[in-house]
C-alpha cells in the first residue's frame, strides 16, 4: 500500500539535524547516500552521486530551508536560466521503504538526495512521472506533489 508522509511529522528533531539549507550537519555528501527506489532514473542519481566529490556544487543548490515546517527552496538551472524550485518533504512510502531516492543511512543522512531528485521532477513538470506506477503496489498511481 502506497501512503505519503511528511518528513517533518516522521521526525520531530529533523531541524536539529539539517543546517540552514536542508543539508545534513557535521557531515560529508557521500555517494553512498544516494540509492535508487522503484523511479527509473538512475542515470540523474549517477549524476548525483558524483557531485558528491565536489560537495561545493551541491551546497549550491541547497537555497534555504524551513525542516520543521517542511519546506525547501533549491536553486537549479532550467533553459539557460536560474530558477528557485520550492518544494515540501511529502513522500510517498511503499509499506515501510520510501519509494524512490533514498539512502541506507539515517533519514537526515538521505534527505538531501530525496529533495533533488523531487525538485528535479518538479522543475522538469515531470512530477506526474516521478510518482507513476508504484509496480511493487501493484497499482497504477498517479499523485501529484
Same mark, same amino acid.
Given at each position: @500500500?502506497?501512503? %505519503?508522509?511528511?518528513?517533518?511529522? @516522521?521526525?520531530?528533531?529533523?531541524?536539529?539535524?539539517?543546517?540552514?539549507?536542508?543539508?545534513?550537519?557535521?557531515?560529508?555528501?557521500?555517494?553512498?547516500?544516494?540509492?535508487?527506489?522503484?523511479? +527509473?532514473?538512475? =542515470? =540523474?542519481?549517477?549524476?548525483?552521486?558524483?557531485?558528491? $566529490?565536489?560537495?561545493?556544487?551541491?551546497?549550491?543548490?541547497?537555497? $534555504?530551508?524551513?525542516?520543521?515546517?517542511?519546506?525547501?527552496? @533549491?536553486? @537549479?538551472? %532550467?533553459?539557460?536560466?536560474?530558477?528557485?524550485?520550492?518544494?515540501?518533504?511529502?513522500?510517498?512510502?511503499?509499506?515501510?521503504?520510501?519509494? %524512490?531516492?533514498?539512502?541506507?543511512?539515517?533519514?537526515?543522512?538521505?534527505?538531501?538526495? /530525496?529533495?533533488? $531528485?523531487?525538485? =528535479?521532477?518538479?522543475?522538469?513538470?515531470?512530477?506526474?512521472?516521478? =510518482?507513476?506506477?508504484?509496480?511493487?503496489? +501493484? /497499482?497504477?498511481?498517479?499523485?501529484?506533489?
Amino acid at each position: @500500500m502506497v501512503k %505519503f508522509e511528511r518528513i517533518s511529522h @516522521m521526525s520531530s528533531d529533523i531541524h536539529k539535524k539539517l543546517d540552514k539549507k536542508g543539508l545534513p550537519k557535521g557531515r560529508d555528501l557521500l555517494a553512498t547516500d544516494v540509492s535508487q527506489g522503484t523511479l +527509473g532514473d538512475c =542515470y =540523474y542519481l549517477a549524476a548525483i552521486a558524483a557531485l558528491t $566529490e565536489r560537495p561545493e556544487l551541491i551546497h549550491g543548490i541547497f537555497e $534555504e530551508a524551513l525542516p520543521e515546517k517542511g519546506l525547501y527552496a @533549491m536553486k @537549479m538551472h %532550467f533553459g539557460g536560466r536560474e530558477v528557485l524550485v520550492a518544494i515540501d518533504d511529502e513522500f510517498a512510502r511503499l509499506h515501510s521503504n520510501f519509494a %524512490f531516492a533514498r539512502s541506507p543511512t539515517s533519514l537526515h543522512c538521505h534527505l538531501w538526495v /530525496m529533495l533533488l $531528485e523531487k525538485a =528535479y521532477a518538479k522543475l522538469h513538470g515531470k512530477v506526474l512521472l516521478q =510518482y507513476l506506477f508504484l509496480r511493487k503496489s +501493484g /497499482m497504477l498511481s498517479c499523485c501529484v506533489l
